[in-house]
């Protein structure tokens, strides 16, 4: 990939694994390998198929990770982030910011925007939100480009990580060209 976002922000129920944490998942859980955890039902638990890759890859690449879940249970959530392990890591150590809560994901955002000192280039547009929920393509109002996960049963995929990356792309020149617009418009009243 020749450009990425400053910040890449992933939803975690049914965007990095398939489940609710919050009403899915009995406590306690614990590890049943570095890539899988067990809850105390019996229920196995492990990140989609492409999503090590994924964090990988913006990692690698300098790329900021946010966490923004609605969970009513972050410490379940946390715990999770914890037992699953990518490169002998902890999963939890590859994000640089966790936003939990009820909420909107735009004040998700903004407070991890604002946490790691990104408020202007997330007003510039250099945000990706991946997410299975419509509801969050609100997003786009703070210049945040929405990457829908559409399908519960596979969650992010590489492909859809790439297009979606592409599809930013053409957002981010939209948002371009209607900051140049703007300041030509104030420059324009001034004189």
């Known amino acids: 990939m020749e450009k990425y976002p400053k910040a890449v922000v992933f939803d975690l129920d049914y965007t990095l694994w398939p489940c609710w944490c919050d009403t899915h998942i009995r406590v306690p859980i614990k590890s049943v390998s570095p890539t899988e955890i067990v809850d105390r039902s019996g229920m196995k638990l492990s990140f989609y198929p492409d999503v090590e890759s994924i964090l990988l890859e913006l990692f690698d690449n300098g790329i900021k990770i946010i966490g923004a879940s609605r969970t009513a249970a972050p410490e379940i959530a946390r715990k999770i982030l914890t037992l699953l392990h990518i490169r002998d890591k902890p999963a939890i150590t590859y994000f640089h910011s966790l936003q939990w809560g009820q909420g909107s994901k735009i004040k998700h955002i903004q407070s991890a925007a604002k946490q790691l000192n990104l408020l202007q280039e997330l007003q510039q547009?250099?945000?990706?939100?991946?997410?299975?929920?419509?509801?969050?393509?609100?997003?786009?109002?703070?210049?945040?480009?929405?990457?829908?996960?559409?399908?519960?049963?596979?969650?992010?995929?590489?492909?859809?990580?790439?297009?979606?990356?592409?599809?930013?792309?053409?957002?981010?020149?939209?948002?371009?060209?209607?900051?140049?617009?703007?300041?030509?418009?104030?420059?324009?009243?001034?004189?």
Do not use: M
């Open 125 to 191: 547009g250099y945000f990706v939100l991946y997410d299975d929920e419509l509801r969050n393509r609100d997003v786009v109002s703070i210049n945040c480009h929405f990457a829908h996960i559409p399908d519960e049963t596979v969650g992010i995929t590489k492909q859809i990580f790439l297009n979606e990356l592409k599809l930013w792309s053409k957002f981010l020149e939209q948002v371009e060209k209607q900051q140049s617009a703007a300041r030509k418009q104030r420059q324009i009243q001034l004189v």
